[in-house]
């Protein structure tokens, strides 16, 4: 299957408003470069007997481009979208020299693995990469609850620590997709892992979200809650 935008649509889901946008809003894409990509795998080769490389090659088209009409769209060069679609290419081209299905399932990890070592990375830096997408989701917009946010990020370490807490458990969890995928590419039968990989990745974004809202965006929102009220009590 095609690496696509489906798992970096999530993180911008969260910042428009939590796990319903991205329920609502990412329906459609979802549709498009996952349920598309399964079924025409299995129609193409069951169906029209083709082999398991052409099927895999074919079934990738729509994702790819879907991607390429994002950016045409936006007229804007994305560098998420443009590492998407370089490894869709060159593993698409890679696959197809080394002629091995397998190596053509395994290359959908390497965006997977990019952003995660990217996320943790960015939490060792001192700079952790998800907050501009927990931010929104935590303010929901409010000017009380922004300010209130600005001040415990500048002087609370328990807010700090929940804000690391969060790229953290999105990084390894990137990462521990990707060991997945990869391990399952080479060990299983390569019918299976078109739609179990799939499963996976839907499983991992799910896990995710309620983990790092358990650990760190929950207790996050509780503090701007109450810092917000308490400056407002104040005034």
């Not at 193409?44 to 950016?71: D, E, Q």
């Not at 997977?112 to 960015?122: A, M, R, T």
């Not at 996976?200 to 650990?215: H, K, Q």
């Amino acid at each position: 299957m095609s690496v696509t935008a489906t798992e970096s649509g999530i993180a911008a889901a969260v910042a428009d408003g939590g796990p319903k946008a991205a329920t609502r809003r990412h329906f459609l894409p979802l549709v498009v470069d996952v349920a598309v990509p399964i079924g025409s795998y299995y129609l193409l080769k069951s169906g029209f007997g083709m082999s398991t490389m052409a099927a895999l090659g074919w079934s990738s088209v729509v994702p790819a481009v879907r991607t390429v009409w994002s950016v045409v769209r936006e007229r804007t060069v994305n560098a998420l979208a443009a590492l998407i679609l370089f490894v869709n290419v060159a593993g698409l081209l890679l696959s197809l020299v080394a002629g091995d299905p397998r190596l053509m399932l395994a290359k959908d990890s390497g965006v997977s693995s990019v952003i995660g070592i990217g996320v943790l990375v960015s939490v060792m830096a001192g700079r952790p990469m998800m907050t501009t997408a927990m931010k929104p989701f935590v303010t929901k917009g409010d000017p009380a609850r922004t300010a209130a946010w600005e001040r415990l990020i500048g002087g609370s370490e328990r807010f700090r620590r929940f804000e690391r807490t969060f790229s953290l458990v999105w990084g390894v969890a990137l990462l521990g997709e990707c060991v997945v995928r990869i391990v399952g590419a080479y060990t299983l039968p390569v019918d299976t892992m078109v739609w179990l990989g799939t499963v996976v990745m839907i499983g991992t974004m799910a896990l995710a979200m309620v983990v790092s809202d358990g650990l760190a965006a929950g207790p996050m929102e509780a503090m701007v809650r109450g810092e917000a009220a308490g400056r407002t009590g104040e005034l």
